[in-house]
């Protein structure tokens, strides 16, 4: 089946510094991505939905130079958070949508990453 | 706008048994999609099933399956011969018929299996 690989699965970084979380589709093409942060026995909140060669669009409230995502290809889209500080420690996860390669219409799921901010 | 509603925060079944997990939406299209998704401790997302509302049939996947009442917008899953492996939080969630739109989750039902 279509596999979304997450990566890193856990990382913990100092106060102000910037964390990449990466999100790839193994095996099909993704035009769209999505980008979930998820607290504690929540559900998952969308912070942005992101587009392959264009701008990312982001949720009511998410701070777009906070959280910087790229989609530069096809099978790969980056989330960014710039200057971490311990209120951004969370789950993040991701998710694609086929455009090729996979049977459409259904999300696919990342493994999550944990970031602990210290 | 969409909304997902799960009533039920917690619940709990006893191994073997069967257990209804609730859900109710609103929105003002005719076509969409509703899913199940099983998020175990792993916290890994897993779609466990998916409905179309065109389709009057409701779903099934072996032990899983859906009550989906489109007038009441309604669309509760049904799990049974329950199993240890069962438990973990289940979201139900919301698309449009445009598989690029985003997923529209409720808050969950975290289900315990009872040994």
């Known amino acids: 089946g279509a596999v979304v690989s997450q990566h890193p699965s856990r990382v913990i970084c100092k106060s102000g510094t910037s964390v990449k979380i990466e999100c790839r589709s193994l095996?099909?093409?993704?035009?769209?991505m999505f980008w979930y942060r998820q607290f504690p026995k929540q559900s998952l909140m969308l912070m942005a939905t992101?587009?392959?060669?264009?701008?990312?669009?982001?949720e009511q409230g998410v701070e777009k130079d906070k959280f910087l995502i790229n989609h530069a290809s096809l099978t790969l889209s980056t989330l960014t958070v710039t200057s971490a500080h311990p209120e951004d420690s969370s789950f993040y996860i991701c998710?694609?949508?086929?455009?090729?390669?996979?049977?459409?219409?259904?999300?696919?799921f990342g493994a999550g990453t944990r970031l602990s901010v210290l | 706008a969409q909304t997902v509603t799960q009533s039920q925060p917690e619940m709990s079944v006893q191994e073997a048994e069967t257990v209804t997990l609730s859900c109710t939406y609103d929105?003002?299209?005719?076509?969409?999609?509703l899913f199940w998704y099983k998020q175990p401790p792993s916290r890994q997302m897993i779609l466990v099933i998916r409905?179309?509302?065109?389709?009057?049939q409701n779903a099934t996947e072996n032990r899983f399956s859906v009550n989906f009442q489109k007038a009441a917008k309604s669309f509760s899953l049904k799990i049974s011969d329950s199993q240890l492996g069962d438990a973990a939080m289940y979201f139900c969630?919301?698309?449009?018929?445009?598989?690029?739109?985003?997923?529209?989750f409720g808050k969950g039902t975290r289900l315990h299996i009872l040994p």
């Open positions: 409905q179309e509302a065109y389709k009057q």
């Open positions: 998710s694609a949508t086929s455009s090729g390669g996979a049977p459409k219409n259904i999300q696919y």
């Open positions: 992101s587009n392959e060669g264009s701008k990312a669009t982001y």
């Open positions: 969630a919301y698309r449009t018929m445009n598989r690029d739109d985003k997923i529209i």
């Open positions: 929105t003002s299209e005719s076509d969409y999609y």
């Open positions: 095996d099909f093409q993704a035009t769209t």
